[in-house]
């Protein structure tokens, strides 16, 4: 198999991520099912991104390209979350505080 390189990769792993949390919801979206959902190995994602919030913050900047702050990031990802899941609220499991 020949090598990807992360730059090749990330946007693979983005649409990925869309893909299974569209699918599955947002809570489903861990680095170990977003691997599985590309078919590649969990590190891929770590090596990739650093981290799932790299990873999120990625995913918010497709609607906000300008807004490079990371809290600017997974706040505008935590908006589009809500808007997303709407009128299903099983779509994101809210944790108790």
Not at 35 to 42: D, H, K, M, S
Not at 63 to 88: I, W, Y
């Amino acid at each position: 198999m020949a090598h990807v390189s992360a730059a090749e990769r990330r946007p693979q792993l983005i649409k990925a991520a869309i893909d299974l949390m569209m699918r599955e919801g947002v809570a489903a979206g861990s680095t170990r099912a977003i691997a599985a959902e590309l078919g590649v190995a969990q590190a891929t994602v770590h090596y990739t991104f650093g981290a799932k919030e790299e990873l999120y913050c990625a995913l918010s900047r497709l609607s906000h390209p300008d807004d490079e702050t990371e809290n600017a990031c997974l706040q505008t990802f935590v908006s589009a979350v809500v808007a997303m899941a709407g009128g299903r609220p099983d779509l994101v499991p809210v944790p108790a505080s």
